[in-house]
């Protein structure tokens, strides 16, 4: 397996838990194809949003996520730092 994406769908909108690319396969487009594919599935069921989180300490993930269309929504402290929530409209 190259790469997986875990989504939830909620009432109204969908949620990217999980993003995962094996080390190998990193860097090569492929952690984008799997946010590219949960988005295409909230417009496919009609959600206006699509919503992620991600440690502020993952800096690669925040600049990713931004320059996929993704603002922050807010930030909330945790246990081993700040969890940033963004969001997307679709």
């Known amino acids: 397996m190259a790469a997986l994406v875990e989504i939830n769908q909620r009432r109204d909108d969908l949620l ?3 993003v995962a690319v094996a ?3 990193q860097k ?3 952690g984008r194809k799997m946010v590219a594919h ?3 599935l909230a417009a ?3 959600f206006e ?3 992620l989180y991600t440690n502020a300490k993952f800096e690669d ?3 990713l996520y931004s320059s996929l269309g993704y603002d922050v929504e807010r930030e909330e402290a945790i246990s081993d730092g700040v969890l940033v ?3 997307k409209a679709i």
């Open 38 to 40: 949960a988005e295409s």
């Open 28 to 30: 090569l487009g492929y």
């Open 85 to 87: 929530h963004m969001v």
């Open 61 to 63: 993930n925040v600049r």
């Open 23 to 25: 080390p190998r396969f």
């Open 49 to 51: 949003a699509v919503r």
């Open 16 to 18: 990217i838990e999980n």
């Open 44 to 46: 496919e069921a009609r």
